[in-house]
């Protein structure tokens, strides 16, 4: 229990930084959002079912990739207003119940992405048609050619991640400094590359890093062996113990069930005032 309580008092820090760094900026341009008859209006407020994950579990770090250039476009995506994970609130209290197990093991959870507005997915469909756009594929998808983006499956009209019960998230070993920034222009390294070859990341080594369209990133690849193979199934056992399924093509992705909202796509940002009683 002391090593428990340690553990947390580091955490609480470590938000309370993070959470200085999340001021509003405005959202990136480009896109502009489609009419889509499953996408739940154009409201850019959130039911009251959906919560900041920060406020039901502060010790779970996050590091919102499409916030930052560091993604597989290589700017910030649309949508994406404050560097902050949104999930819907059963989902949000099921990842604090898988917190709470790896806490007691000397690991934290540590979120990319939650919450996904429609208007992010269409960014990312759009970029996928636009086949001169190659900026990042020298980390995020080096043996795949960005034509068959849509028919491997990478990218596709709509997202789980839009209706706010599907997360992507990875352990940290504590107590874990932080992962330093990406800088735009900097050499790209292959995602499934040996980690000490991979851009630094704090996280347990899986294999590959986030967002690795290959299929190394599959969650059994026979592949993949070792401490990496048991890595991915200590964060896939903890997670399905809390009531999360894992989509077998990437390691990182889970999604809460029974959701909140199984047929219905949101677009509302991502940032604190889209919440109710943000500000």
């Not at 980390?139 to 709509?158: H, M, N, Q, V």
């Not at 996280?203 to 599959?218: E, I, N, Q, R, V």
Request: glycine content about 6%.
């Amino acid at each position: 229990m002391p090593r428990l309580a340690a553990a947390l008092r580091g955490l609480t820090v470590t938000a309370a930084a993070v959470a200085l760094t999340t001021a509003a900026v405005p959202e990136a341009t480009g896109t502009v959002p489609k009419a889509n008859a499953a996408v739940r209006g154009a409201a850019e407020t959130a039911p009251p079912e959906f919560v900041a994950l920060r406020d039901v579990d502060p010790t779970i770090r996050q590091e919102i990739r499409y916030f930052t250039p560091h993604n597989f476009m290589g700017v910030p995506v649309t949508g994406y207003r404050q560097p902050m994970c949104i999930l819907t609130r059963d989902a949000a209290r099921a990842l604090h119940r898988a917190q709470l197990s790896f806490l007691r093991r000397g690991y934290t959870l540590k979120v990319y992405d939650c919450y996904r507005p429609q208007r992010a997915v269409n960014h990312f469909v759009d970029w996928a048609k636009d086949l001169k756009d190659q900026r990042m594929k020298g980390e995020f998808y080096p043996r795949i050619d960005k034509s068959t983006l849509f028919r491997d499956g990478y990218i596709a009209e709509k997202s789980g991640h839009s209706r706010g019960s599907t997360v992507d998230l990875t352990l940290v070993r504590l107590p874990g400094p932080p992962t330093r920034p990406y800088i735009p222009g900097e050499p790209l390294r292959k995602c499934y590359a040996p980690k000490a070859q991979r851009f630094p990341d704090n996280s347990l080594d899986m294999g590959t890093g986030f967002d690795c369209f290959d299929t190394l990133a599959h969650t059994l690849d026979p592949r993949v062996q070792g401490r990496q193979r048991a890595n991915r199934l200590l964060l896939k056992q903890g997670l399905e113990n809390a009531g999360f399924r894992n989509y077998d093509k990437e390691w990182w992705h889970y999604t809460f069930t029974p959701e909140t909202f199984p047929d219905t796509y949101f677009d509302f940002p991502v940032w604190r005032r889209a919440l109710s009683g943000g500000h």
